[in-house]
């Protein structure tokens, strides 16, 4: 079993900045990928960005140049930094992590807004 725990989401005006975290505990050992994906308003859950225990990333079309995902191993951490953010950034934010099977986190919002 994983237990993923994010935090970081809030309002911030177009063009700001926050950070995501997801902290993972449990059978961590499993784990091969980690990622956010995102659901907008209304609308599908989407992929946002990946990290493999490689240290590979990928990120949807819509992020890329502006956000960026990261990790810190010792904590078991992965980071989604986002900058130049838009009002349709704005979703609920899941992170997601890869082991035998997918485990999600609760989600946080994301709310980008003058």
């Known amino acids: 079993q994983l237990q993923l725990v994010e935090s970081g989401g809030g309002l911030v005006q177009p063009g700001g900045s926050l950070r995501l975290s997801c902290a993972a505990s449990g059978s961590i050992f499993s784990i091969y990928a980690m990622g956010w994906y995102r659901q907008p308003p209304g609308k599908q859950r989407e992929l946002v960005a990946t990290i493999t225990s490689g240290g590979s990333t990928d990120y949807a079309d819509s992020v890329k140049g502006r956000f960026t995902i990261s990790r810190d191993t010792a904590k078991i951490t992965v980071y989604l930094q986002m900058n130049s953010l838009k009002p349709e950034d704005t979703a609920v934010y899941y992170c997601?992590?890869?082991?035998?099977?997918?485990?999600w986190g609760q989600g946080t919002q994301v709310t980008v807004s003058s």
């Open positions: 997601y992590a890869d082991s035998h099977l997918r485990y």
